[in-house]
């Protein structure tokens, strides 16, 4: 069973920044594609931000400019820098593997990790 660990949300004021990160315990991570989604309440999970296993990446229209997704292999790891957050960017963050084409993406895995809450907020 995968683990998925996210980590580096919290306060930020607007126009603010962050790093979220995400480990996954798994040893063939360098072969999927991976994916940040974010979830704001009474709202529906949506994806953010697509980095490929050869390091395309594709992003929101809402994030696009602001937000860089990256991974580090050797650490398991994949990364969010999120910079002009805005409240509206207010979620919590998840990441899971995925398959497809962007922006067709599909989680490999239904469960998640706990997230992480971003909250944006003078």
């Known amino acids: 069973q995968v683990q998925l660990v996210e980590s580096g949300g919290g306060l930020v004021q607007p126009g603010g920044s962050l790093r979220l990160s995400c480990i996954v315990s798994t040893s063939i991570f360098s072969i999927y594609a991976m994916a940040w989604y974010r979830q704001a309440p009474g709202k529906q999970r949506e994806v953010v931000a697509f980095i490929s296993s050869g390091g395309s990446t594709n992003y929101a229209d809402s994030v696009k400019g602001r937000f860089t997704i990256t991974r580090d292999n050797a650490k398991n790891t994949v990364y969010l820098q999120m910079n002009s957050l805005k409240p509206e960017d207010t979620a919590v963050y998840y990441c899971?593997?995925?398959?497809?084409?962007?922006?067709?993406?599909?989680?490999?895995?239904?469960?998640w990790g706990q997230g992480t809450q971003v909250t944006v907020s003078s």
């Open positions: 899971n593997p995925v398959f497809g084409n962007w922006p067709k993406i599909t989680n490999f895995f239904d469960s």
